[in-house]
């Protein structure tokens, strides 16, 4: 694997979120930000139309409410319809990331049913330690996150996972639920195949909903550096 270079507050490609001038403007926008995190060739995204979508209808859904945070049971099916395929909730245990739900279509790319999945359970050593602070920080912020993970299968061939997450309150207004849209795209990697499977974060931008974004956040160059498994 080559040595890894990270890139930190790099504006490149990602226009702002949230039209300007609608009429949920000044609730809770979305302020645009350079990335926090870019992995050495990495290139640069354009931000997915899906996830700009979702945003939107995120800070729509919080407007509607006349809340900081949606609260879960207001993210119904009917409202949800347009993102059903690609969309995810996941509920923060206290010591676990769980799937409550995962489209169709993003169980069909990863070739695998992930509804009721724990998250954590993918990962060991340094890379769970990273998730388990990344996580619950994003919750208690709360804030937004727009990130990438490759998942290199050690044949020469990989997955990047790209999407979003936002925090979704409980009934009693407790932010522990993120929620978002993904996709996913096959890579064949030049690398020689190693037989060892192994996760790379790509990129990390935080998204500010109006509480701000977390000073301390845990470093991805530090998670690239472990090895763990398949993601």
């Not at 001038?21 to 290139?43: E, H, K, L």
């Not at 923060?92 to 695998?112: K, P, Y």
């Not at 919750?139 to 299968?153: E, F, M, N």
């Not at 195949?193 to 974060?201: L, M, R, W």
Request: charged share 20%; with cysteine.
């Amino acid at each position: 694997m080559q040595a890894l270079r990270e890139t930190r507050g790099c504006s490149r490609g990602m226009p702002a979120l949230g039209a300007p001038g609608d009429d949920t403007a000044g609730f809770m926008t979305v302020q645009q930000r350079d990335f926090d995190y870019i992995r050495s060739g990495v290139v640069p995204p354009v931000q997915d139309g899906t996830v700009s979508a979702f945003v939107d209808f995120w800070r729509q859904e919080a407007a509607r409410a006349g809340l900081p945070i949606p609260r879960k049971p207001d993210f119904t099916i009917q409202r949800l319809k347009p993102f059903l395929a690609t969309y995810y909730v996941a509920e923060w245990t206290g010591d676990d990331l769980v799937n409550r739900l995962v489209g169709s279509e993003l169980d069909r790319q990863l070739g695998e049913t992930l509804t009721g999945c724990s998250f954590l359970a993918r990962y060991s050593g340094a890379q769970r330690t990273y998730f388990e602070t990344f996580w619950p920080l994003v919750l208690r912020q709360p804030c937004g996150v727009i990130s990438a993970r490759t998942r290199h299968r050690g044949d020469g061939n990989a997955q990047q996972i790209e999407g979003v997450a936002l925090p979704l309150a409980d009934a009693s207004g407790v932010p522990r639920f993120l929620c978002g849209v993904g996709t996913v795209s096959n890579i064949f990697e030049a690398r020689a195949a190693n037989g060892i499977a192994s996760v790379t974060i790509d990129y990390v931008r935080f998204l500010d909903l109006g509480a701000g974004i977390p000073d301390d956040p845990p470093d991805p160059a530090l998670f690239n550096q472990a090895v763990s498994g398949p993601g």
